[in-house]
């Protein structure tokens, strides 16, 4: 028979390919760093290429040994899932789910649609992680998360996407700007000059200048927001304008601010909310049961809303 390597033998490996570092992959998976290293070179001999390069001074991956890498994560995370599977076939929707959420739908979203979930699946356990959509996709792949809530267009080839409801941009500005003068508020391309977006990372900076159809906005003082929060900041002191997502509007971004928001003219530009998962989850069931949820509740909210065009405070 063929030799098939262990899923000890991929875990020491891909822990070593983390830490770079014999001892600190030993303490990870805890176990000795005799036992590591002999897993390791087991994996390597049954393998018949040289994965690691080491002397005294670093450890490093060969070439084969970056490709392997990949295909053990895929191995062990599908693995896992099998696990997941199988605990949860008998009693579905009492797992704990691990949801990982962007910045600027986290606050606006979830408690919209948490309480419903509770009430819906009283069993069912949700722990949250905030960060960015490479990391959390990154999370996803490495089996850290089970599900991330994330913004389209973004790349997610090979991950199950369940595209939940379409979240337009207003235009946000001090009352007295220029641009929202107008029934309808457009975005020519010298509006685009005076834009102000998030530093690079966030997704919302993509899509903002997908919806300029530029490449890239500078404004002249190359300043750039950390948060939504130091956006309006900028906004208010008079720097310059920005796009937010009606979900932010919605959401009371703009309370206690002297900001207006306005809706763009039709056709307006926007990012999809999407809940992702891997192709191979053992939670389908409640990836089903949190994307309807949210596109019944939230999706039904943004949808009445549209009906008001007019500029609004709130």
């Given amino acids: 028979?063929?030799?098939?390597?262990?899923?000890?033998?991929?875990?020491?490996?891909?822990?070593?390919?983390?830490?770079?570092?014999?001892?600190?992959?030993?303490?990870?998976?805890?176990?000795?760093?005799?036992?590591?290293?002999?897993?390791?070179?087991?994996?390597?001999?049954?393998?018949?290429?040289?994965?690691v390069e080491r002397d005294r001074q670093s450890v490093s991956l060969t070439l084969i040994g970056l490709d392997v890498l990949g295909r053990a994560k895929a191995i062990l995370a599908a693995s896992e899932d099998l696990m997941d599977f199988a605990r949860g076939a008998s009693k579905p929707m009492t797992a704990t789910i691990r949801?990982?959420?962007?910045?600027?739908?986290?606050?606006?979203?979830?408690?919209?649609?948490?309480?419903?979930?509770?009430?819906?699946?009283?069993?069912?356990?949700?722990?949250?992680?905030?960060?960015?959509?490479?990391?959390?996709?990154?999370r996803l792949a490495d089996h850290q998360l089970d599900f991330a809530l994330i913004a389209l267009p973004y790349d997610v080839h090979g991950l199950l996407v369940s595209e939940l409801f379409n979240d337009e941009f207003w235009l946000v500005a001090r009352e007295n700007d220029p641009a929202l003068k107008g029934k309808e508020v457009h975005l020519p391309a010298k509006m685009a000059e005076r834009l102000l977006l998030l530093e690079e990372g966030h997704c919302l900076r993509d899509h903002t200048l997908q919806a300029c159809k530029r490449a890239d906005v500078r404004n002249a003082e190359g300043m750039e927001a950390t948060s939504l929060l130091t956006l309006?900041?900028?906004?208010?002191?008079?720097?310059?304008?920005?796009?937010?997502?009606?979900?932010?509007?919605?959401?009371?971004?703009?309370?206690?601010?002297?900001?207006?928001?306005?809706?763009?003219?039709?056709?307006?530009?926007?990012?999809?909310?999407?809940?992702?998962?891997?192709?191979?989850s053992a939670h389908l069931e409640e990836f089903q049961a949190l994307s309807d949820a949210i596109r019944e509740r939230f999706g039904a909210n943004l949808r009445i809303s549209r009906g008001k065009r007019k500029g609004i405070r709130v």
């Fill in 99 to 138: 949801l990982g959420v962007i910045p600027t739908i986290a606050p606006f979203l979830l408690p919209t649609v948490l309480p419903d979930i509770r009430q819906r699946f009283p069993e069912l356990k949700i722990t949250l992680r905030e960060d960015l959509t490479a990391n959390l996709l990154a």
């Fill in 1 to 51: 028979m063929a030799y098939l390597p262990s899923l000890r033998q991929l875990g020491y490996f891909i822990a070593l390919a983390k830490e770079l570092n014999f001892t600190r992959a030993a303490e990870a998976c805890y176990v000795g760093q005799s036992t590591l290293s002999a897993g390791l070179k087991e994996l390597e001999e049954g393998l018949g290429v040289r994965l």
């Fill in 232 to 280: 309006l900041q900028m906004v208010e002191s008079g720097m310059g304008i920005a796009l937010l997502p009606e979900m932010a509007v919605k959401g009371g971004l703009l309370n206690s601010t002297e900001l207006l928001a306005r809706p763009l003219a039709a056709p307006a530009p926007k990012r999809v909310i999407a809940l992702v998962t891997r192709s191979s």
